[in-house]
């Protein structure tokens, strides 16, 4: 079974200044998924991230970015430039590869709580 | 615009009640998931579904039970609510493995 672990429950960053959120996850697959969503306190849960573990480059959307170490199974997040609508719930989740017209499953972390103030 | 709407965004059931969410998408999507969204837990996977009338259990399935009659709809249903299942229920829809997963606002049940 899959697991996806985030170790920081919570972090705290200045505007303008940049953070990086760690998750590690556990798997024997080699191909499959890595996501970072974006809760923030509306509730509304938004992709903010997505990685194809087969490419190696990593995966970047304007002031997001990520360090993606397949060996390490290592796949975290940094944020620059960070903004005060950046405040959220950052989950992390996992997706083996499977075929169409079969099931995969979704597997998310416990979440960083990320708090960004003036 | 994508849209994955869910019936309520706050219920109270009495212990014991027969508890249907609904779920649904408009944007033709074959996997569909349930979650139950605890502090400190973050998101638990109940049930998914990758067609209609298939379903695969998910880290927690026991005291639910899902159906998926049309490809847009979702259900997830607690057989006999209990006070341990009070907690946030999102649903989320995906076109194929691996591409972004689409949520619904979520509903904060509270069973007393």
């Known amino acids: 079974a899959q697991t996806v672990t985030q170790s920081q429950p919570e972090m705290s960053v200045q505007e303008a200044e940049t953070v990086t959120l760690s998750c590690t996850y556990d798997?024997?697959?080699?191909?499959?998924?890595l996501f970072w969503y974006k809760q923030p306190p509306s509730r509304q849960m938004i992709l903010v991230i997505r990685q194809e573990a087969y490419k190696q480059q990593n995966a970047t959307e304007n002031r997001f970015s990520v360090n993606f170490q397949k060996a390490a199974k290592s796949f975290s997040l940094k944020i620059s430039d960070s903004q005060l609508g950046d405040t959220a719930m950052y989950f992390c989740?996992?997706?083996?590869?499977?075929?169409?017209?079969?099931?995969?499953?979704?597997?998310f972390g416990t979440g960083t709580r990320l708090q960004v103030t003036l | 615009d994508v849209k994955v709407t869910q019936s309520s965004r706050y219920l109270v059931k009495r212990t014991g009640e027969k508890v249907f969410l609904e779920c649904v998408q408009d944007m033709d999507h074959e996997n569909m998931f349930w979650y139950r969204q605890d502090p400190g837990l973050g998101l638990r996977l109940i049930y998914f579904s990758y067609d209609v009338k298939m379903k695969e259990k998910g880290d927690i399935p026991e005291g639910y039970s899902v159906s998926r009659e049309k490809k847009e709809r979702f259900s997830l249903i607690l057989e006999s609510a209990s006070t341990n299942q009070t907690s946030m229920y999102l649903c989320?829809?995906?076109?194929?493995?691996?591409?972004?997963?689409?949520f619904g606002q979520g509903t904060r049940l509270t069973v007393v």
């Open positions: 989320a829809s995906s076109h194929e493995v691996g591409t972004e997963a689409f």
């Open positions: 989740a996992f997706m083996k590869h499977a075929f169409i017209g079969t099931a995969s499953k979704l597997t």
């Open positions: 798997t024997s697959e080699n191909n499959y998924y």
